[in-house]
């Protein structure tokens, strides 16, 4: 079975710090960009970070950068994403999805997507 598993989500205070995991099962993430994304109650899906295949590029929006850092083990077919200094804003569901070699702003470009992570920043 391919699939997509988050981990990492909990309830922080804000100011705190999370590391949110992507593990892969039944497939390899080698050949495969992994995007973050995330969606709060009421609002659209937002597109977070995402990491090429090679790890050689990384992206961020805007409202993450500086707080954001998405790495990868390509050798624990696990891909990570650590936030900092968490605001209440970052309040949401996070999911990772793959897709082939590249990056892409283009949720439905992911072929495959995790069941996602709650995070919730509150004092």
């Known amino acids: 079975q391919l699939q997509l598993v988050e981990s990492g989500g909990g309830l922080v205070q804000p100011g705190g710090s999370l590391r949110l995991s992507c593990a892969a099962s039944g497939f390899t993430l080698d050949n495969r960009a992994i995007g973050w994304f995330r969606q709060a109650p009421g609002k659209e899906r937002e597109g977070v970070s995402c990491?090429?295949?090679?790890?050689?590029?990384?992206n961020y929006a805007d409202s993450v950068k500086g707080r954001f850092t998405i790495s990868r083990d390509n050798a624990k077919n696990t891909v990570y994403l650590q936030i900092n200094n968490l605001k209440p804003e970052d309040t949401a569901i996070y999911y990772c999805a793959a897709r082939r070699y590249a990056c892409s702003r283009y949720a439905p470009s992911y072929g495959y997507w995790g069941q996602g992570t709650q995070v919730t920043v509150s004092s």
């Open positions: 990491i090429s295949s090679s790890g050689g590029s990384t």
